[in-house]
């Protein structure tokens, strides 16, 4: 998505080889406008499935996840991180280690929000090692429910979760692929 493409070039910055910070457009302050534009791509390269709910992680996965939405006509629900009081006590679970915090947690759907007739698209802003887009395809397949495919706003291809998910056998679009990003130099695929 050429749109998104250059904003990371004129946007983002590179922290040591390997992390991306999009603090000005996608993780911090929001540009609603890209974001619009992100959720029709999505909703384009995923035209061919009858999606019946969007799936993502807290928190930066939320505000991506709920513009795609309004494409899509459906509801988004998202996986928490935090155990809490209000959480329903039957939920699906699944581990995932954190790429830029470097430690596991887990995450929680309530079983009332996935059900067996669902097609889920999972939505989440980067694709690192694929660690948290892999748990959100476990508590999927916990329930029931078919994985549509995984939507992505930046992989970076020169990590691992692509080859995670494709032996998962989950179809992966992403709208931005960085292919590499020595000295500060982000080449995309
Ligand atoms: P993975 O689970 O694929 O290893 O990492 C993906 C998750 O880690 C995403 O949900 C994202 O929040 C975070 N993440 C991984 N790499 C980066 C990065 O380079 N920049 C930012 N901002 N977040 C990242």
Redesign the pocket.
């Known amino acids: 998505m050429e749109l998104l493409k250059n904003r990371i070039l004129k946007d983002a910055i590179v922290i040591g080889d ?5 603090d000005s457009f996608l ?1 911090h302050q929001l540009d609603i406008e890209l974001f619009n534009e992100m959720g029709k791509e999505f909703k384009k390269r995923f035209s061919d499935e009858n999606i019946s709910r969007i799936l993502t ?1 807290e928190a ?2 939320i505000a991506v996840a709920c513009i795609a939405a309004q494409y899509f006509s459906v509801p988004v629900v998202f996986a928490k991180k935090y155990e809490a009081l209000n959480l329903d006590s039957d939920t699906y679970q699944s581990e ?1 280690y ?3 915090k470097q430690k596991s947690y887990n995450i929680r759907v309530s079983k009332k929000y996935i059900s067996p007739e669902d097609n889920v698209l999972i939505i ?10 892999s748990g959100l395809v476990d508590i999927v397949r916990q329930a029931g429910a078919r994985v549509a495919g995984v939507g992505i706003v930046i992989e ?1 291809g020169f990590q691992k ?1 692509r080859e995670a998910l494709m032996q998962k056998g989950v179809r992966i679009e992403s709208l931005a692929v960085i292919k590499s990003m020595k000295e500060g130099i982000i080449i995309f695929e």
């Open positions: 390997s992390i991306v910070k999009v993780n992680v930066s996965g995932v954190s790429f830029t989440d802003d980067f694709l690192a090692n694929g660690k948290a887009a970076k979760g």
